[in-house]
């Protein structure tokens, strides 16, 4: 959010938001999971067999509703993807909120490194956020 600001761009409600962080973790402990880091569907593909590949990663631990927010943020994924994730490990309670914490994120992100295209997107989440 700096450096969005730095950059030109005012998020209204930035200041609500971050006092408003500690309501999106309530009873939601994850234990830090690796993570891929930026797995959007142009990092993942499949060989003739249906063996899946991921690749160019910027891995940490974190959250595991980070990677799998982010595999929604820009689309590409099939919807048994989801359901085979949500039965081999249900999301916890709050994800579609934390969803878009975590997105929004990823939206700023490109606002300063591709520009203004991504502001009103970044301040509909918000919104949302604060609804």
């Given at each position: 959010?700096?450096?969005?600001?730095?950059?030109?761009?005012?998020?209204?409600?930035?200041?609500?938001?971050?006092?408003?962080?500690?309501?999106?973790?309530?009873?939601?402990?994850?234990?830090?999971?690796?993570?891929?880091?930026?797995?959007?569907?142009?990092?993942?593909?499949?060989?003739?067999?249906?063996?899946?590949?991921?690749?160019?990663?910027?891995?940490?631990?974190?959250?595991?509703?980070?990677?799998?927010?982010?595999?929604?943020?820009?689309?590409?994924?099939?919807?048994?993807?989801?359901?085979?994730?949500?039965?081999?490990?249900?999301?916890?309670?709050?994800?579609?909120?934390?969803?878009?914490?975590y997105n929004l994120y990823h939206c700023l992100n490109h606002y300063?490194?591709f520009g203004s295209s991504y502001?009103?997107?970044?301040?509909?989440?918000?919104?949302?956020?604060?609804?």
């Amino acid at each position: 959010i700096n450096m969005a600001r730095y950059n030109g761009f005012i998020l209204n409600g930035a200041d609500r938001l971050f006092q408003s962080l500690p309501g999106y973790f309530e009873n939601h402990s994850p234990w830090p999971s690796l993570l891929h880091g930026d797995l959007w569907s142009g990092n993942a593909a499949f060989d003739q067999n249906g063996q899946a590949f991921i690749f160019d990663p910027c891995c940490y631990f974190g959250d595991r509703e980070t990677d799998l927010a982010f595999t929604e943020f820009f689309g590409g994924y099939p919807s048994c993807f989801y359901a085979s994730y949500q039965d081999t490990l249900p999301y916890d309670s709050g994800y579609d909120k934390r969803k878009t914490l975590y997105n929004l994120y990823h939206c700023l992100n490109h606002y300063n490194l591709f520009g203004s295209s991504y502001a009103a997107q970044a301040q509909a989440m918000t919104d949302e956020l604060l609804s």
